[in-house]
């Protein structure tokens, strides 16, 4: 899905933000002048309903490249000359390559698994410890694959994206690896012990594939199998298995879907003997059905369409549900986690949310599950395990007020990795034994002076009457000062929950200098559950934007910061959040950051992966849903004559989930009618803008310079 930017979802159809004098003076940021009649043919063209800057949708079209080089140069030497980017570059590049982070793992056989990346290692290291050594503070690392090595010796861009091994002893892995960041990649066989790539192993050439192991020696998989093998979305659309020793060409085929389907993938969890597989549907977005591989061929699970599998645990299927559901005369809940035998067919209530509250990840083990839940966004986790009276639920004992995410757990032996933040205290990694207690074995280092920082949570009401949370977090002495420059970050879509999270470049580039940073828990996310998502789907979408407008303004009213230190982030989904704010708000804003967004909201499903989200936006080939589109789409609600805050445009020509010619139209419409604008696009990094640490730094350092400059932060 397009999630944002630094976020991960939880969702299993993943297919998962940040600039110098900046002025508004003389040549304000403006590109270069407009012909004459550039404008008038812009505004006419627009008004016939012709797109006239189609070409910048080729993406390695040479006059679009061209001029996505001018605008990038223009815009890169006002922002990187500003006083405070050189700084701001050197903090970030500290806190993302400290040799003092917490490595995240994986656990499995007694390992832990991890990828890394420094100032060194910058295409990063794939390595392992003993799971003993990792929980006691151990620090050599056993290399299992040098990506910056691999990249160098076969010329490639190579960007790590994963790895899936096979059990039960996890010696042999499919290797995901992409060129300069994009969803299409490579996946190549890789044997630990040997550390060396497979020959003649399982090997799939570059695409948006999709692989499980259902044995040592069968892969299923999904990929583009050429002709008509892929959906309008881009995705697969035939699952085959493989037998090892045969050719690609000679793989079974499992299941086919249709072309108007998003995709289909193979599912695997591992029994502890044997692998349990299967094939997932995607119909929409949202839309599933699930099928178990049985000797008998494929049989579908008797689950609602809008379901997530999270994985099978002791004959269970187990499962949340994102509809209501009644099955042989019993109701189900919306947002409960359920459990299917597979045995007899029936279904077990495992946990159902109260008010309020919503389940945010469910991880199976050999034994039971964990579940991290929202508590009116504070963060709780539950162990559950099944008794002869049906599911036990008990809370694990973490600190209050903060965000609990689940890192890592062996799904044998139910060893878990959890983790506690908030805004102003650096991540503490806990490890529990299953059945035990946690314990804090790690803490990630304190990368900004958090003294004096203190983060409230507030409610405004928006258009409808609803109340919309929101955390507001800077020091105590800026907040008591008055309005102050503030950025204000949102996403709201596919139900991605957005919280109050640490992050080290947020507080030393922006906090300490004093700004304010707040998020926003608008509709569209999954801070309470999928009836909070599913209440701005579609038509009903401009709840997600009133919300948004809502928060500005009780910001504003509260005295926090004024629309002229008032400063909106977003990326993809939030991209198009940040668009809509734009067009229909700039009364607002002093600021707005677009990141790799969605703009022309009449053909985004014609863009790659674009046809897979009419579930979240509509279709415009449906006559209510494009009359809607039309009143939010901002590439084609841009005023000639009004008076916009000037935005900063940021995407990337590798990402190849959200088109950058989203990005490109609206800044080159912008142009023309002589709007100020500042624009970069990252010539590789995929959907995250970027590729490894240090084009994450330049990304953030080029960000808050500008939400510096434009707001009022940074002298010039």
Sequence with gaps: MIGPLGNSSIRPLSLLLVIAGLSLGACGGRSDTPEDNDSDQMRQAMADGTDPNLWLEEVEGERALDWVRAENARSLEELQSHAAYA????????????????????????????????????????RRMPTAAYVTGGTEWETLLDIDALAEAEGENWVFEGALCVAPDYRRCMVTLSRGGSDAAVKREYDIAEKAFVEDGFFLDEAKSGVAWAG??????????GDNSLTESGYPRIVKRWQRGTAFAEAETLFEGEAE???????????????????VRAETFYDSVHYLITDKGLSALPFPPKTDLAGITQGLAIASLNQDWT????????????????????????????????????????????????????????????????????????????????????????DLLVSYENPSQPETLYYQ??????????????????????TRQFEAISRDGTVIPYFVTAKESVLEAGPAPTIQYGYGGFQVSILPTYSGTTGR?????????????IRGGGEFGPAWHQAGL??????????????????????????????ILGGSNGGLLMGVSLTQRPDLYGAVGIGVPLLDMLRFDQLLAGASWVGEYGSPDIAEERAFLETISPYHNLDPEADYPRPYFFTSTKDDRVHPGHARKMARLM???GHPFLYYENIEGGHGAAANLDQQAIRLALQFTYFGAELGLLAD
């Design 538 to 567: 579609k038509t009903e979408r401009q709840k997600i934007y009133d919300d948004f407008f809502a928060v500005s303004e009780s910001l504003i009213e509260k005295g926090i910061t004024t629309p002229a230190q008032l400063g």
């Design 216 to 225: 040592e020696d069968t892969l299923l998989i999904a990929t583009d199998f």
């Design 261 to 279: 389907d998003v995709g289909v993938w193979p599912f695997s969890s591992w029994t502890g003997d044997a692998y349990q597989a299967g094939v």
């Design 433 to 454: 034994k299953a059945g035990g207690v946690p314990t804090a074995i790690k803490s990630q280092p304190v990368f900004y002076a958090a003294e004096g920082v203190v």
């Design 87 to 126: 700084p701001m570059l050197a903090e970030a590049r500290e806190i993302l390559t400290s040799q003092d982070r917490i490595p995240e793992v994986s656990l499995r056989d007694g390992f832990a698994y991890n990828f890394w990346q420094d100032d060194t290692h910058v295409r990063g290291l794939w």
């Design 509 to 521: 580039l922006w906090l300490e200098r004093g700004g304010v940073y707040v998020i926003a828990n």
């Design 671 to 673: 142009q023309a009618y």
């Design 327 to 414: 099955y042989e005369g019993v109701d189900y809940p919306l947002g409960a986690v359920i459990g299917l035998d597979l045995a007899d067919g029936g279904i077990q209530t495992i946990y159902a949310p109260a008010d309020r509250t919503a389940v945010q990840a469910v991880v199976p083990f050999k034994g039971g599950l964990y579940l991290t839940l929202l508590d009116n966004i504070r963060g709780r986790l539950l162990m559950a395990q099944p008794r002869s009276l049906g599911w036990q639920t008990n809370t694990i004992d973490l600190p209050d007020n903060g965000v609990v995410s689940i890192g890592a757990v062996d799904e044998m032996t139910g």
